[in-house]
């Protein structure tokens, strides 16, 4: 068995956790802590790169020595450190790393310095011990793309956005409607009793042959509906957010279609449908790409709502895979502001 530490800073979550693996594969989450800062980044409608590091200083190590604590292991039983080396905000990308360098020096143990979207792109195989290769929508608050994940380090994009990530457009539109940050689960809550009829929001790129996606011209629509009829009552953000998410679970839809099509030339058969990321935590884009994995034939898997969101175990997860390949790192490895797949 190989257990190692997991730390999260790249965006508004400080989060560290213990995951270890078994000889046949098995991941197990040992402890997995989470603070999400959210209450201080939602005054401003986003999140604030400043407050954001500052935050992560003030209770990382904390955290650290909680999550060790309800694994039941000292820093002697870990096998090595992982930690997201970016993508995000630089600040809490450093905060995060430097931690991880310390404690590799310190305790002599490997460092692993982790992309945190790879770390999305395989929690599948920490929850469902997926094999490869399958096909993935990561969508988060910064990134939004289709990718054939054919193994750890081996990933070929499929489709990207031109413009906003699905996460931002749900805070953008979110934010028009005066509602709060994060906007996903918001737009979410208000759309369930809403009438995704009422109004009729483009689906950009629907029918395009690549797979990808573009989303501001949505978000202009939502907006001049949201002013053509103010000012707006509860039954209205209702609706628009009804219509809102309906248009993009059809982009979403059709994009991930043809991005299954695209898989076969470059990675054979996939194992299944998979999504990652902040958005995947919402239930009409899961139930609408489990209804299109079902019509290919193939299986749908989304992590569990506490691990869709950022988290520490997925980056202890993506160490462990690495681990195994002999992918570790020394302590010159470079925090990344960007940091593609
Ligand atoms: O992966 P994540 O926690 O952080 C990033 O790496 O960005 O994703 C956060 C994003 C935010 O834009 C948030 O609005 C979105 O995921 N999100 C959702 C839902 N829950 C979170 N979007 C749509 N529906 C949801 N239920
Ligand atoms: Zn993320």
């Known amino acids: 068995m190989k257990t190692v530490l997991g730390i999260e800073t790249t965006c508004d979550e400080t989060a560290a956790a213990v995951v270890s693996v078994d000889e046949d594969g098995l991941g197990q989450i040992r402890a997995n802590e989470v603070l999400s800062q959210i209450a201080e980044h939602a005054v401003y409608g986003g999140v604030v790169p400043e407050i954001a590091a500052r935050a992560h200083v003030e209770v990382l190590d904390r955290l650290i020595a909680r999550a060790l604590d309800k694994a039941g292991i000292g820093f002697a039983d870990l096998d090595g450190i992982a930690v997201a080396a970016g993508p995000g905000l630089i600040g809490g990308v450093l905060v995060g790393l430097v931690t991880a360098k310390t404690l590799a020096l310190v305790t002599r143990k490997p460092l692993l310095a982790v992309n945190h979207l790879e770390a999305h792109a395989l929690t599948a195989r920490l929850t469902d011990n997926l094999p490869f290769p399958y096909l993935l929508l990561l969508a988060s608050g910064g990134h939004t793309q289709l990718v054939a994940v054919r193994g750890v380090g081996d990933y070929v994009r499929l489709g990207s956005t031109v413009d906003d990530a699905i996460g931002e457009a749900f805070d953008k539109a979110a934010k028009l409607l005066g509602l ?110 489990a209804a299109l994995a079902g019509e290919a034939g193939l299986g749908f898997v989304a992590p569990p709502l506490p691990l869709c969101g950022d988290n520490g175990a997925m980056i202890a997860w993506a160490g462990l895979e690495r681990l195994r390949l002999g992918l570790v790192d020394d302590l010159t490895a470079p925090a990344r502001p960007r940091w593609p797949l």
Do not use: H, W
Request: proline fraction near 6%.
């Open 180 to 289: 709060g940050y994060p906007g996903g689960p918001e737009v979410e809550r208000m759309a369930e009793s809403g009438d995704p009829e009422r109004f009729a929001l483009p689906r950009p790129m629907l029918g395009r042959r690549e797979a990808d996606f573009s989303l501001s011209g949505l978000k202009t629509a939502l907006r001049i509906e949201a002013e053509r009829i103010a000012p707006l009552a509860e039954r209205d953000v209702a609706d628009l957010c009804a219509s809102f998410q309906a248009a993009v679970v059809d982009v979403v839809v059709d994009r991930a279609r043809v991005a299954l099509r695209a898989f076969s030339g470059v990675a054979g058969r996939p194992t299944a449908l998979v999504a990652a990321g902040g958005v995947s935590a919402n239930g009409a884009i899961r139930r609408a790409l």
